[in-house]
């Protein structure tokens, strides 16, 4: 009977491991095909990368209208999801962080398919946009949407973010003026 219990352990554990395997391979192919949807996107707008294979990741350089005069674009591929940051060339001086969280804050409540965020390690704000995956992988139109509208509400709202950021603007003022 014992022999018989330890046989049973070890058919348990062998299979487990086997699914736990499946499934590492499973998120693997979804993230190499998420991979590749994104290459032909930014390939088919003939937009200039370069790839990190290490992380799987994308990087951009983009010039922007308005006074956020360019921004470098991050993509970073997972088995679930397309994550993309958009990130301005603007300095923070540490003294304005919290009144651009504020400002961010309120410009969250405002926009829909990204969201601001502030790096207060590295002085910085970024627009983020992310496509989660479960079962059907994004189309062209979706990756669209995710990859430019962080550059579009950058651009949109870089007014404001500039004038606090750099000026130490009045967060609420500066909303009140995009209303």
Excluded: W
Aim: aromatic share 14%; hydrophobic share 45%.
């Amino acid at each position: 009977m014992k022999r018989f219990l330890v046989l049973l352990l070890a058919v348990i554990l062998v299979f487990g491991a086997l699914g736990s395997l499946a499934e590492e391979e499973a998120n693997a192919a979804t993230a190499a095909k998420l991979s590749d949807m994104v290459r032909e996107f930014l390939e088919h707008y003939k937009y200039k990368y370069t790839y990190n294979d290490s992380n799987n990741s994308y990087r951009l350089e983009f010039e922007l209208d308005g006074v956020l005069q360019s921004c470098v674009i991050k993509i970073y591929v997972y088995y679930d999801a397309i994550e993309i940051f958009t990130i301005p060339d603007l300095t923070v001086p540490e003294e304005n962080l919290e009144k651009l969280a504020v400002a961010a804050a309120l410009l969250n409540d405002k926009i829909f398919y990204s969201q601001f965020g502030i790096s207060f390690k590295n002085n910085f704000i970024y627009a983020r946009s992310v496509q989660l995956v479960k079962r059907t992988l994004p189309g062209f139109e979706e990756l669209d949407v995710i990859f430019h509208q962080p550059m579009f509400d950058l651009e949109r709202y870089g007014d404001a973010l500039y004038a606090v950021s750099q000026e130490g603007a009045n967060p609420h003022e500066e909303f009140e003026k995009i209303k």
